[in-house]
């Protein structure tokens, strides 16, 4: 994959109109109307100002998997107000006052315990806060997310929750040989996901997909893809909150 070097300014925004074709080429194979899938730039350890250089160029949804470089980004782009904040990450319970409210959407939330602390959050600041349940569709013991059996009782706890709305599910498939070899994956998530959805709730979200399998999870009803090196190029080695 071509990734334009280092990625400030003209690169980030060459790199993500590289992306947003390849999406939209991907859901044309598959019979979908390409404005249905959001690329989620992921700025992991990129410093605020390449965010700023992506917002720039078109992006609208950025995504953090820590809670403190959330929120230092956040302040350092207060005057960027189109802004969508996602947090893909596992969220302690201790870091949710920090995350409810400035992620428009949580990814990951893997548990009632978490679901409850961010409802008990959502309702001291009077709102209602967007998730996503997480799945460990590989059955890794060393990742996040509720197995497949145990989707359906996390969501009727998370649906008896006043100030929480489930929009969908997301995964992380094991780290596979090719990108093909997650099809099974994304498809599997997929049809729990339309096992578990309803008229009143059909989980419109689908996150699954990262840079190097975004392509077949959008054939395989992908909404939303977390794409970070692919569009800010390599990651800096330590973490950059401002």
């Excluded at 230092?72 to 969508?84: G, L, M």
């Excluded at 997480?134 to 509720?146: D, I, P, Y």
């Excluded at 970070?228 to 190029?233: E, N, P, Q, R, V």
Aim: glycine fraction near 8%; hydrophobic fraction near 45%.
């Amino acid at each position: 994959m071509d990734i334009a070097p280092g990625a400030p300014g003209r690169g980030i925004a060459e790199n993500l109109a590289r992306i947003q074709g390849r999406v939209a080429a991907a859901a044309t194979r598959a019979g979908r109307d390409p404005k249905a899938i959001a690329v989620i730039a992921v700025a992991k350890r990129h410093p605020a100002e390449a965010v700023r250089d992506a917002c720039a160029a078109g992006a609208i949804d950025i995504g953090e998997s820590y809670a403190q470089e959330l929120c230092a980004k956040a302040e350092a782009t207060v005057d960027v107000p189109a802004i969508r904040w996602h947090f893909i990450g596992h969220l302690q319970r201790n870091k949710v006052k920090s995350v409810v409210g400035r992620a428009s959407l949580i990814h990951a939330v893997d548990s009632d315990r978490l679901a409850r602390a961010i409802d008990d959050q959502a309702a001291a600041m009077g709102i209602v806060q967007a998730v996503l349940i997480a799945v460990n569709v590989g059955g890794e013991s060393q990742k996040s997310g509720v197995p497949p059996s145990a989707a359906a009782d996390l969501f009727g706890a998370c649906q008896a929750l006043p100030h929480i709305t489930v929009r969908g599910l997301m995964t992380m498939p094991p780290l596979a040989r090719t990108a093909a070899d997650n099809r099974a994956h994304f498809a599997a998530l997929r049809r729990l996901r339309d096992d578990l959805a309803s008229a009143e709730n059909p989980l419109a979200e689908l996150s699954m997909g990262t840079t190097d399998d975004f392509e077949i999870a959008v054939e395989e009803g992908a909404t939303l893809v977390r794409i970070g090196t692919a569009i800010f190029g390599p990651r800096p080695p330590v973490r950059v909150p401002t």
